[in-house]
């Protein structure tokens, strides 16, 4: 309900008939809409998102055209971390309590939930500083993680090591990534995985690091400096953050390792 693009087409859908008129449905009332959200209007209203750690807290409450409308508001908690894990969760009951799910079943069995593999993965932590894996590698998903991040750090600060995927997603969202990373208090970027591509003349990390506002960013173009290079940074308290579709996930443990020595009086 939040987004304009997917109530149009919830629109359109009601309708019966797509962007080009097409006919959806053969019958009037065979489709039906049911929206989710922040917004005033959702059939299922997300309100009181709370960060609790790597956990999520929040109300949902069935209203306007939900199969279960004035039922009352629930209190939600999975154990991930993000204000977009709080809708994802919520677009989850609001799916399963159509189909005729119990709703305080679907309740539990979200807080059951435990994450994904590279989706704010914790790796672990080492002299009071967390390391977390996120295979964000869009601009709007960046930002979301970072959200997240800058919860669970309370207080700490955000690290970032940021591995750009796609010499053409490079170019193109070079100044969104860089917007992105903004979030972050310090920022660590490689150069391209390349993927499936061949090299762009002048496309590098360095794009994404020379967007990053307020000089916060440092282009790495030898990753084999970074692990010794975050220790350095950071403090007790803060939260690192790897991100990328690509191999920056090996990075990880090597950080805590950077760290671990760190604490033991290894430089």
């Known amino acids: 309900a939040d987004d304009p693009g997917a109530a149009k087409l919830a629109a359109a859908v009601e309708a019966r008939t797509g962007p ?18 922040e917004s005033a209007g959702a059939d299922y209203r997300v309100a009181a998102v709370t960060p609790a750690g790597m956990a999520t807290e929040f109300d949902l409450t069935p209203a306007g055209r939900s199969a279960v409308a004035g039922t009352g508001t629930v209190r939600i908690r999975i154990a991930v971390p993000g204000r977009h894990n709080a809708l994802n969760a919520a677009a989850a009951y609001a799916a399963a309590v159509e189909l005729g799910f119990d709703g305080q079943q679907v309740a539990a069995g979200l807080g059951s939930y435990r994450g994904a593999r590279r989706r704010m993965e914790p790796k672990g932590e080492a002299d009071l500083v967390r ?14 993680d970072l959200s997240a991040a800058r919860d669970i750090a309370a207080g700490g600060r955000v690290i970032v090591v940021f591995q750009p995927h796609l010499f053409s997603r490079t170019r193109i969202f070079a100044g969104q990534f860089g917007a992105a990373l903004g979030q972050a208090d310090e920022v660590f970027v490689l150069d391209v995985y390349a993927a499936r591509e061949d090299p762009e003349p002048g496309v590098t990390g360095a ?39 690509g191999d920056v996930t090996m990075l990880g443990p090597l950080i805590l390792d950077a760290l671990r020595g760190r604490a033991d009086g290894g430089g």
């Open 207 to 245: 794009l994404v690091a020379d967007a990053v506002p307020g000089g916060r960013a440092v282009f790495c173009r030898d990753r084999g400096t970074v692990p010794a290079a975050v220790a350095d940074v950071a403090k007790p308290g803060d939260v690192v953050l790897t991100m990328g579709a």
């Open 20 to 37: 080009a008129g097409l006919l959806l449905s053969a019958s009037p009332g065979a489709l039906r809409s049911v929206s989710y959200g």
């Open 131 to 144: 390391v977390l894996d996120s295979y964000a590698h869009h601009p709007t998903e960046l930002a979301a």
